[in-house]
């Protein structure tokens, strides 16, 4: 593979952006990398394990003379950093971000974009519940989905610019607009972390199952909503602040179909809850067959099979 | 490892007793292990994969002379199968379930137990998405927990050796009273499952998110979500059905604690919302410390560390 960027310039340096980083160095997709991040404490770290190619002290620094700046920060702080970066962004960059909402990072950000530089929104569906720079790998966006979403105006030409660099970082990509993205999104990540955080939340305050008993016997359901409520808090506070309408419009559909199981439940109704559970399962092994997932026995946590 | 038990019986022959017989080969734990399930599909498949030593055409043949009964089938039907073999079983033997709700098991199955058998129910915390006895492997229980409940009066003897079988098929054993179970597995793993089941309902229901999307964008938190979703749906409806109360009580407080959280998404609490992840964020923890899950940064699924 050869250079798609000259330079690159990640403004956050956590696992998102620091995947990133790896994957680009993997396939030798930028001349250089810089970065930096707000926390002094995360700039030491990733220059002391190599994460970028040079740590800026100031996001100004980072962005000079870069061909495409990345926006890797909680969704809440893109317009204070798009303001921050404005002033010195290269005539022709193109700046992207990978936030989790689209609708309101694009207002928030698109009145900072100078005429002359290329805003191409993004959004890599990928992540694991660990943050900070030495989370990143360079695999995390291999047969992973990136979605595009590119706002009116935008030359073709940085869109598929942006395109290729993600499919040379092992991403698909996909085109959608904003709103739809965002309801998407909302069934597919933003209501199950809410739900998922809910539920740890109420196990860890039944008084009468211990904390240790809840941690000993998590083996069987519990322990996948841990997982997915032990992502970074900051980020999901900002998720569910900007996408709170498609979030609230799926909470509501959620609590419509789970007071429908429980009276299923309380009157006894077991065809109800037979024809219900037998319908879900198909879905599935949609998710197997599009390969967005093992169908290992142990689910890929170190069976025979895995 | 050696013989705990001269003859086994498995009544029901899916993923559950399948890893059983997996493991007790593997471990020669068995002197000679029988089974039968109600349809003849199970039994021609489990006799030419050679899961038991012996199918049998009905329930009574396959627990005569068995020193131990392990009835493995949904909770039910575990009153009508205890019943169908209560007239056949052996002084001296004891009977086990492995359902995953205990007081109901415990009410239904106790009447059919003649005087001289032992009954000791036990509920291994294990399983996969999938079903049937193909799905079985001898892995299945190794470092799981299994909670044996016994009940009253039951001979310290039969316990202890039900709970060497356990032991040597790789489980940990602890002791529980049947209803502190019940209320435990409504919240590690009743609840979350009809969570689970719930909303990837709604996500299929979703006439503006089509089935290709959902499966195409599911990484981010949903494939979780369908992984557990995709459970037998006898079992579970039987679980519910039969641990009504428990789980009637949790569903009681998850939907208090998620009003609270839309509550403040609506209105915009970001430090609610921000306080409430970074609490559940250290469960996550707890369960990796107690080795209940990988700590791998893809969650175990292929990435570099797993």
């Known amino acids: 593979m050869s250079v798609i960027y000259q330079r690159v310039a990640l403004i956050g340096l956590g696992l998102i952006a620091g995947s990133m980083a790896r994957a680009m160095q993997r396939g030798g997709l930028a001349g250089e990398i810089t970065g930096y991040a707000r926390s002094a404490e995360t700039r030491t770290t990733a220059a002391d394990i190599g994460l970028v190619d040079r740590v800026c002290d100031s996001a ?8 495409l700046v990345v926006l890797a920060v909680p969704v809440g702080v893109m317009g204070a950093v798009a303001a921050e970066i404005s002033a010195h962004l290269k005539p022709g960059a193109t700046v992207t971000d990978v936030g989790s909402v689209k609708r309101a990072v694009i207002e928030t950000v698109s009145p900072h974009i100078p005429d002359g530089v290329h805003f191409v929104p993004a959004h890599p569906l990928a992540g694991t519940e660990h943050s900070g720079p030495e989370a990143g790998f360079a695999e995390l ?15 073709p030409q940085a869109v598929a610019r942006l395109r290729s660099l993600w499919e040379a970082m092992g991403a698909n990509v996909d085109e959608m607009d904003a ?5 998407v ?25 211990t904390d240790s008993e809840v941690i000993k016997y998590s083996a069987a ?3 996948d909503f841990t997982r997915i409520a032990a992502s970074d808090p900051t980020m999901w506070r900002d998720v569910f602040l900007t996408n709170k309408d498609a979030t609230l419009e799926i909470l509501g559909r959620f ?22 559970f037998t319908h879900t399962r198909a879905i599935r092994r949609g998710i197997i067959d599009a390969g967005q997932d093992t169908d290992a026995p142990d689910f890929g946590r170190g069976g025979p099979k895995s």
């Not at 966006?141 to 030359?155: H, M, Q, S």
């Not at 709103?179 to 309801?183: A, E, N, P, S, T």
């Not at 909302?186 to 199952?209: C, E, F, K, Q, W």
């Not at 609590?255 to 024809?275: K, P, S, V, W, Y």
Request: glycine share 6%; charged share 30%; aromatic share 8%.
């Open 179 to 183: 709103d739809h993205h965002d309801l």
């Open 221 to 223: 359901g519990f322990r």
């Open 141 to 155: 966006y291999d047969n992973r989905w990136c979605l595009i979403v590119p706002v009116e105006g935008t030359e």
């Open 60 to 67: 100004a620094e980072a962005v000079k003379d870069a061909d």
């Open 185 to 209: 999104l909302a069934v597919t990540s933003h209501t199950p972390h809410l739900i998922a955080y809910t539920m740890v939340g109420v196990a860890d305050d039944l008084r009468r199952v």
């Open 255 to 276: 609590t419509e179909e789970l007071f429908a199981l429980q009276r299923a439940i309380r009157t006894g109704d077991g065809d109800h809850l037979f024809d219900y």
